[in-house]
């Protein structure tokens, strides 16, 4: 696959990933502000909350300085999965689980900016799935999630790391030749 291909295919998932983190908020904004919330069963309900925070409201009370370190990490991830798809030399499926990551935050922080009321990068958060045991979240934080959870995965299960074979010479002694394979990182 060429460069041109392996990039637009991951800005397609990061795109595709924001698209639908964002039309789940509106969904969420439309209809569950006026029906209060909907049980699903087994302990989840969808809800809709705003959260001014991270994961479990962490760092709700920072305001602009928190949304702006969020946005430098998120533009950091992103010039990150793209540097990987133009070197070409990583897992193309690795990258495409960051990409779906990078979505996720770009979805979290566009609710920062966009929805911003008392002052710049003072947005909150739309979260909508509530998991009574667990916390309440929203699209983005799962593709997030699970963006970096397959990631990960792949990264510690590639078996593509480096393998070593031993040759002989004809002198009797031993060659050790290393062919070194990528990884997902």
Do not use: C, Y
Request: net charge negative; aromatic share 10%; glycine share 10%.
């Amino acid at each position: 696959m060429n460069t041109s291909a392996r990039v637009a295919g991951v800005l397609t998932f990061v795109v595709a990933a924001f698209a639908a983190d964002q039309v789940t908020k509106e969904w969420a904004l439309s209809f569950l502000g006026a029906a209060g919330e909907i049980e699903l069963g087994l302990g989840v309900t969808l809800r809709l909350v705003f959260n001014p925070g991270a994961a479990f409201g962490i760092g709700g009370n920072a305001g602009a300085p928190f949304v702006i370190g969020i946005m430098l990490l998120t533009t950091a991830l992103l010039s990150w999965v793209i540097v990987r798809a133009v070197k070409g030399r990583t897992s193309l499926a690795a990258t495409l689980f960051l990409a779906i990551a990078t979505g996720g935050a770009l979805g979290n922080v566009w609710d920062r900016i966009s929805r911003s009321t008392d002052a710049p990068l003072t947005g909150k958060v739309v979260d909508f799935i509530a998991v009574d045991w667990f916390a309440i979240f929203n699209t983005a934080d799962v593709f997030t999630t699970l963006g970096v959870a397959g990631w990960a995965v792949l990264l510690f299960t590639s078996k593509d790391k480096a393998r070593t074979r031993q040759s002989g010479s004809e002198d009797g002694d031993t060659n050790i030749t290393t062919e070194t394979h990528h990884s997902p990182e």
